[in-house]
T-cell receptor, first 114, second 114 residues
Framework: GENVEQHPSTLSVQEGDSAVIKCTYSDSASNYFPWYKQELGKRPQLIIDIRSNVGEKKDQRIAVTLNKTAKHFSLHITETQPEDSAVYFCAASMRSGGYQKVTFGIGTKLQVIP | IAGITQAPTSQILAAGRRMTLRCTQDMRHNAMYWYRQDLGLGLRLIHYSNTAGTTGKGEVPDGYSVSRANTDDFPLTLASAVPSQTSVYFC?????????????FGPGTRLTVL
């Protein structure tokens, strides 16, 4: 089955600096890669996603890159703000029958220091 | 529009008791999922349902059962709870047939089994 590894497990940055979280996956059949942000005590919420036919996607201060050949993808947050502090999960996903088979990374706890 | 809701918000349960966690969505999504979230292990799939009337096993199904009598509801039952089932449980839904692979999560149920 699919295996997703996520690094680092914790990350502290100064406000205004950039943060990068990296993930690797094992199954070349995975073709959809969402990133979720989870604040303490809240539900995971999608912040950005990328499909396997795209190499990069950007949404304001957040960007995701995908290298299909190397099977790795990364989340980049620029100009970090204290409200970016949360746990971030990457995931690798493929359609299997009528449902979406999703494998999550173990999460990265990001702390933005004011 | 509520999206996806779960009940109860939290529960403390004696070992050996039966417990049903409720999940309801009003987005008419065909696919629904149950995950458990444990520190250091990320989100792991317990059971899923492609569409009303069908269910399937995920990564960690033992000790849990589900049913899908209609599109909106997807209850998760612990027949005889054990302390290792202490976790935060998230229900999610998606509908690839709508052209999106995004999973939307409910607010979660925090379950403690003593």
């Amino acid at each position: 089955g699919e295996n997703v590894e996520q690094h680092p497990s914790t990350l502290s940055v100064q406000e205004g600096d950039s943060a990068v979280i990296k993930c690797t996956y094992s199954d070349s059949a995975s073709n959809y890669f969402p990133w979720y942000k989870q604040e303490l005590g809240k539900r995971p919420q999608l912040i950005i996603d990328i499909r396997s036919n795209v190499g990069e996607k950007k949404d304001q201060r957040i960007a995701v890159t995908l290298n299909k050949t190397a099977k790795h993808f990364s989340l980049h947050i620029t100009e970090t703000q204290p409200e970016d502090s949360a746990v971030y999960f990457c995931a690798a996903s493929m359609r299997s029958g009528g449902y979406q088979k999703v494998t999550f990374g173990i999460g990265t706890k990001l702390q933005v220091i004011p | 529009i509520a999206g996806i809701t779960q009940a109860p918000t939290s529960q403390i349960l004696a070992a050996g008791r039966r417990m049903t966690l409720r999940c309801t969505q009003d987005m008419r999504h065909n696919a629904m999922y149950w995950y458990r979230q444990d520190l250091g292990l990320g989100l792991r799939l317990i059971h899923y349902s492609n569409t009303a009337g069908t269910t399937g096993k995920g990564e960690v199904p033992d000790g849990y059962s589900v049913s899908r009598a209609n599109t909106d509801d997807f209850p998760l039952t612990l027949a005889s709870a054990v302390p290792s089932q202490t976790s935060v449980y998230f229900c999610a839904s998606s509908d690839p047939a709508l052209g999106t692979d995004t999973q939307y999560f409910g607010p979660g149920t925090r379950l403690t089994v003593l």
